[in-house]
């Protein structure tokens, strides 16, 4: 079956050190993988996205490539700051189907520090 | 756009008695989901909506829960009985979907509405 597999937290950086929260997947076929940011006491929000092999998400600094070969579309900042803490959730959508089969890992909690 | 909003934010009720959770979508949005996230964990798809029919409904859904869009606007989630293991959080999201292009289907989050059974 499909699953998304991603690092436990919490993780805890420096303001502007670098960000890398790994993001592997289990599908049949080609997904569509997503990055979503929870901030304290909202929703859950798109980050970015891609939708084939080799495809570059990014938005706000951050940026993940989808890479087929290793089954992974991990998550990198250059520079993080206070306000990127939040929650984390990798999640992928099997090719060819809509909202309702969006598969989301348990989430990364990330602590900035000024 | 106003956003995904949820009512309430917070219940708490007793063991036995039923609950009812209000979701307003984006006012243009024909679909609407709802997902159950639990403390450490993912959401967890429930069942969805487009328009007024509810076209898919996960095992995870009991006979004790109801989901309904009468008008294919606002849409209701009851829990009948509720039980310990009902606690989590129920969040709803919409989205603006068609069956040709699902690949971009982006779907908007309300902030959730967390249920505590005591």
């Known amino acids: 079956g499909n699953s998304v597999t991603q690092m436990e937290g919490p993780v805890t950086l420096s303001e502007e050190a670098f960000l890398t929260i790994n993001c592997t997947y289990t599908?049949?076929?080609?997904?569509?993988l997503f990055w979503y940011v929870q901030y304290p006491g909202e929703g859950l929000q798109l980050l970015l996205k891609a939708t084939k092999a080799d495809d570059k998400g990014s938005n706000k600094g951050f940026e993940a490539t989808y890479r087929k070969e290793t089954t992974s579309f991990h998550l990198e900042k250059g520079s993080v700051q206070v306000s990127d803490s939040a929650v984390y959730f990798c999640?992928?959508?099997?090719w060819g189907t809509g909202g309702f089969k969006t598969i989301f890992g348990a989430g990364t909690r990330l602590f900035v520090k000024a | 756009d106003t956003g995904v909003s949820q009512d309430p934010r917070h219940k708490i009720t007793k063991r036995g008695q039923n609950v009812t959770f209000r979701c307003d979508p984006i006012?243009?949005?024909?679909?609407l989901y709802w997902y159950r996230q639990t403390l450490g964990q993912g959401p967890e798809f429930l069942t969805y909506?487009?328009?007024?029919?509810?076209?898919?409904k996960s095992r995870l859904l009991s006979d004790r829960f109801s989901a309904e869009r009468p008008k294919g606007s606002f849409s209701t989630l009851e829990i009948q009985r509720t039980e310990q293991g009902d606690s989590a959080m129920y969040l709803c999201?919409?989205?603006?979907?068609?069956?040709?292009?699902?690949?971009?289907?982006?779907?908007?989050f309300g902030s959730g509405t967390q249920l505590s059974v005591l």
């Open positions: 599908a049949t076929g080609y997904p569509s």
């Open positions: 999201a919409s989205s603006l979907g068609t069956n040709r292009d699902t690949t971009n289907e982006k779907l908007f």
């Open positions: 006012s243009e949005h024909n679909r």
């Open positions: 999640a992928l959508a099997p």
């Open positions: 909506f487009q328009n007024e029919a509810q076209l898919e």
